[in-house]
């Protein structure tokens, strides 16, 4: 079963726009990532977020992690084109291997 | 470079036939996975491995195996059994065996059963 569920699923935005993605999941988690996806390509590590810690920032992203709700938050602050792709959320759970993954947002920035 | 690779980018298949799908990774990492993409879904989990000669069922193993017999490789077979095989491969690695960590990812490979 998955996760993490993402939302909104997709999200149309302009360049130099910000874009806020959600993702909630069900039980408690050791940490947090996010991925992103390009078109017919294979997922790139953006950012892990530990279940201790509540903001993170890496260049344009920022991300927030609500254990109390159970969710966390991705930004992209001025979108670029280039930003067009797939995010998806992904949960490690403790004393687990696996890491569980949402069916992601897809973004699309208009240039 | 490090990296993973894996072969074939597009594969077809007819149906009945098994289909062995190659993971390769000069990494040194230890722990490697398997994931299933289904068109606008997330990934589903095949198999896993976190140790030479060992591996572990994901969500979704049936019609599947794997092996794990170098630690740089964890080839997955698609199986005649796998009753809806089409779909996008995915294969990623991580370095150690704790919980925490990113996972690398290959560039996939896409199976078409005709």
């Known amino acids: 079963s998955q996760q993490g569920e993402e939302d909104p699923q997709a999200l149309s935005i302009q360049e130099g726009e910000n874009a806020t993605m959600n993702c909630s999941y069900k039980t408690s988690i050791n940490n947090l990532q996010w991925y992103r996806q390009n078109s017919g390509r294979g997922l790139v590590h953006l950012i892990l977020?530990?279940?201790?810690?509540r903001e993170k920032h890496s260049g344009r992203l920022r991300v927030t992690l609500d254990t109390s709700k159970k969710s966390s938050s991705l930004l992209i602050t001025a979108s670029r084109a280039a930003d067009t792709a797939s995010y998806f959320c992904a949960t490690e759970k403790g004393g687990s291997e696996k890491l569980v993954f949402g069916k992601g947002t897809k973004l699309t920035v208009n240039p | 470079d490090g990296g993973i690779t894996q072969s074939p980018k597009y594969l077809f298949r007819k149906e009945g036939q098994n289909v062995t799908l190659s993971c390769e990774q000069n990494?040194?990492?230890?722990?490697m996975y398997w994931y299933r993409q289904d068109p606008g879904q997330g990934l589903r989990l095949i198999y896993y491995s976190q140790i030479v000669n060992d591996f572990q069922k994901g969500d979704i193993a049936e019609g599947y195996s794997v092996s794990r017999e170098k630690k740089e490789s964890f080839p997955l077979t698609v199986t005649s059994a796998q009753k809806n095989p089409t779909a996008f491969y995915l294969c990623?690695?991580?370095?150690?065996?704790?919980?925490?960590?990113?996972?690398?990812f290959g560039e996939g490979s896409r199976l078409t059963v005709l």
């Open positions: 990623a690695s991580k370095k150690g065996t704790a919980n925490t960590g990113e996972l690398f």
């Open positions: 977020i530990r279940s201790n810690e």
């Open positions: 990494l040194n990492h230890d722990a």
